[in-house]
T-cell receptor, first 113, second 113 residues
């Protein structure tokens, strides 16, 4: 099983619908991140969390919200989806240790019609 | 503030030829440096990282990168590429005083048979 699991892997929805993307991890990391990937723009940070009680906005948080239900679970919500939120979304985790590298899930491809 | 520039968005190269993917960064503080690879329909995997010490870093799959502090660069190299190296490559930095990662826009490497 993957260390960082994202569900759903693919989702097509309509404008105005509420969407939730879920992420769970078995790495025991305290830090979790949501990124958005668009062609030519690379990865942009939406939200990040360093523990259950700590939530921080990234560079493109407008239109998104998150919930850290437990150390291992971090969900991303689009309250009212719009077409320009069509993208590939990645969850990542990281430890507090010195190396501090990120470990990524396989991505959730969201299409908003 | 930090920024990462990947100078080439697409790099085509023939099989068994050498390749260099360029990465420059800007930061007011010292940084840790990373290269990630994204194979089609997969998440990002760590190729290599520079934390301190020797400026020449060796990673997986025969890749290496050299940190040049004066030129603020961290170029990725491989002496002989294979078809299986076809992927998207991302350079990233993390300030040694912070917890956020900053990604470049990616370089698409295509290995031609």
């Amino acid at each position: 099983d993957a260390d960082v699991t994202q569900t759903p892997r693919n989702r097509i929805t309509k404008t105005g619908k509420r969407i939730m993307l879920e992420c769970s991890q078995t790495k025991g990391h305290d830090r979790m991140y949501w990124y958005r990937q668009d062609p030519g723009l690379g990865l942009r940070l939406i939200y990040y969390s360093f523990d259950v009680k700590d939530i921080n906005k990234g560079e493109i948080s407008d239109g998104y919200s998150v919930s850290r239900q437990a150390q291992a679970k971090f969900s991303l919500s689009l309250e009212s989806a719009i077409p320009n939120q069509t993208a590939l979304y990645f969850c990542a985790t990281g430890s507090q240790g010195f190396t501090g590298e990120l470990f990524f899930g396989e991505g959730s491809r969201l299409t908003v019609l | 503030a930090q920024s990462v520039t990947q100078l080439d968005s697409q790099v085509p190269v023939f099989e068994e030829a050498p390749v260099e993917l360029r990465c420059n960064y800007s930061s007011s503080v010292s940084v840790y440096l990373f290269w990630y690879v994204q194979y089609p329909n997969q998440g990002l995997q760590l190729l290599l990282k520079y934390l301190s010490g020797s400026t020449l870093v060796k990673g997986i799959n025969g890749f290496e990168a050299e940190f040049n502090k004066s030129q603020t660069s961290f170029h990725l190299r491989k002496p002989s590429v294979h078809i299986s190296d076809t992927a998207e490559y991302f350079c990233a930095v993390r300030p040694n005083t912070g917890n956020q990662f900053y990604f470049g826009t990616g370089t698409s490497l295509t290995v031609i048979p």
